[in-house]
């Protein structure tokens, strides 16, 4: 493929700014407050963003990724640009990856408008493919507070994820100009050609890979950064002996869980089955590589069932199984029920059953307020027939009265 082809198909196929998945957003499900994060960090927020979760014009949008590195759902899938670029390095020659801001005045090899767009998960896929060296010596006279308090985030959830022992062993924080200076790898002539050989191929193969017709997983396309660094984890689990732990957020299900399923349906990633076992369990599974670890099925259980997001430690980000529990199910419509319920029906049910007797009861006063006034309106009318009958009736002649014998008449 020549290099105008592939500029051309680069064109074609990469759109220069990231994808709004709307229904995943957090401001779309009930909470107490709203998220504005990627509004607030957006350098064009205003011209962009009609509403956090609404675009009214990309335009303005330089595809920085502060956006996509902030989201907390994960709703803002980032651009194909920005996936490249920022998973490039991992196939570079050199041991060491330098990364740094537009800022730095020294020579890096992935250079950002902020280290802190890029997401801890893409840093994470890097630093298990080589050492990175994050240059943060303009970040001490950044006045940008929003993308300083991003960076400290990322870098903690970092720690969590690899370990304080693998975060050193891969990661060096670079504050001085002096700390971590820039070394190039020098290749050799023949080096170099087959260097050049293999990334044509390489970039031959992603090329059509990237193609809408050959991609047959769409949800590689909503987290691609996890997705990767998924699928690193399960390469380094299957090279070596002793695998290592990764630290991952997962929502932490008690036994009050009784298989409900409105956290399966609140989670938009598809994160969260509910699985039906043929010895009659149900289990919940969760596949931490699509958790975005935003938290909306713990704000939707309303049985308390999920106490928030625990750090578990992992050796794969592929589907794990938290937690086992026999169902019990309304005897009236079959679904799930609280294993406290004494009565045996749902909540749904046991509505409609107490409105059904309400009903039969408001029925039954009021037949038996119809049948008084009836007794009522029957008393009422045989009184006035009395009456009438009463009224018609001849009145009785006077009586003659009666002389005593001997009296004169």
């Known amino acids: 493929m020549s290099i105008f082809t592939k500029v051309a198909m680069n064109v074609l196929l990469n759109n220069s700014h990231p994808e709004i998945e709307r229904k995943q957003c957090w401001n779309l499900h009930p909470h107490r407050e709203q998220c504005t994060d990627c509004k607030?960090?957006?350098?064009?927020?205003e011209d962009i963003f009609s509403r956090p979760n609404?675009?009214?014009?990309?335009?303005?949008?330089?595809?920085?990724?502060?956006?996509?590195?902030?989201?907390?759902?994960?709703?803002?899938?980032?651009?194909?640009?920005?996936?490249?670029?920022?998973?490039?390095?991992?196939?570079?020659?050199?041991?060491?990856?330098?990364?740094?801001?537009?800022?730095?005045?020294?020579?890096?090899?992935?250079?950002?408008?902020?280290?802190?767009?890029?997401?801890?998960?893409?840093?994470?896929y890097l630093a298990l493919n080589k050492k990175l060296v994050l240059d943060l010596t303009p970040c001490g006279e950044c006045e940008n507070d929003l993308c300083a308090q991003m960076l400290r985030n990322n870098l903690t959830r970092l720690v969590e994820f690899l370990g304080e022992p693998?975060?050193?062993?891969?990661?060096?924080?670079?504050?001085?100009?002096?700390?971590?200076p820039y070394e190039a790898k020098e290749l050799s002539r023949r080096e170099m050609f087959t260097h050049m050989s293999d990334s044509s191929k390489n970039g031959t193969k992603?090329?059509?890979?990237?193609?809408?017709?050959?991609?047959?997983?769409?949800?590689?396309?909503?987290?691609?950064?996890?997705?990767?660094?998924?699928?690193?984890?399960?390469?380094?689990?299957?090279?070596?002996?002793?695998?290592?732990?990764?630290?991952?957020?997962?929502?932490?299900?008690?036994?009050?869980?009784?298989?409900?399923?409105r956290c399966e349906k609140n989670c938009k990633a598809g994160a969260i089955r509910l699985e039906d076992l043929p010895d009659g369990q149900t289990r919940v599974v969760i596949t931490?590589?699509?958790?975005?670890?935003?938290?909306?099925?713990?704000?939707?259980?309303?049985?308390?069932?999920?106490?928030?997001?625990?750090?578990?430690?992992?050796?794969?980000?592929?589907?794990?199984?938290?937690?086992?529990?026999?169902?019990?199910?309304?005897?009236?419509?079959?679904?799930?029920?609280?294993?406290?319920?004494t009565d045996g029906v749902c909540a749904t049910c046991r509505v409609k059953l107490r409105t059904k007797q309400r009903q039969a009861a408001a029925a039954e006063r009021a037949r038996a307020r119809a049948a008084e006034r009836a007794a009522q309106k029957a008393?009422?009318?045989?009184?006035?027939?009395?009456?009438?009958?009463?009224?018609?009736?001849?009145?009785?002649?006077?009586?003659?009265?009666?002389?005593?014998?001997?009296?004169?008449h």
């Open 54 to 124: 609404l675009v009214k014009d990309w335009d303005p949008c330089t595809d920085c990724g502060l956006c996509v590195s902030v989201c907390r759902a994960r709703c803002i899938i980032p651009s194909t640009e920005q996936v490249q670029r920022d998973l490039a390095p991992a196939t570079s020659d050199n041991d060491t990856v330098w990364i740094g801001c537009e800022k730095s005045t020294r020579h890096n090899d992935l250079v950002r408008a902020c280290v802190g767009a890029l997401s801890w998960e893409a840093l994470a």
């Open 288 to 341: 931490p590589w699509k958790c975005s670890e935003c938290g909306m099925c713990v704000s939707s259980c309303n049985h308390k069932a999920i106490d928030g997001m625990k750090l578990r430690s992992l050796t794969s980000l592929g589907p794990v199984s938290v937690l086992r529990f026999k169902k019990n199910l309304c005897k009236d419509c079959g679904k799930p029920i609280p294993p406290e319920t």
């Open 40 to 45: 607030d960090i957006c350098p064009y927020g």
């Open 206 to 261: 992603q090329l059509l890979r990237r193609l809408p017709v050959l991609q047959d997983d769409e949800e590689n396309r909503i987290q691609p950064f996890r997705y990767a660094l998924s699928e690193r984890v399960k390469q380094l689990k299957t090279a070596t002996e002793t695998p290592f732990h990764y630290g991952v957020y997962l929502p932490a299900f008690t036994s009050k869980c009784f298989g409900c399923g």
């Open 166 to 180: 693998l975060f050193n062993a891969r990661f060096t924080l670079a504050y001085q100009p002096e700390d971590a």
């Open 379 to 408: 008393a009422q009318k045989a009184a006035a027939e009395a009456a009438e009958t009463a009224a018609s009736a001849p009145a009785p002649a006077p009586a003659e009265p009666v002389s005593a014998p001997g009296t004169p």
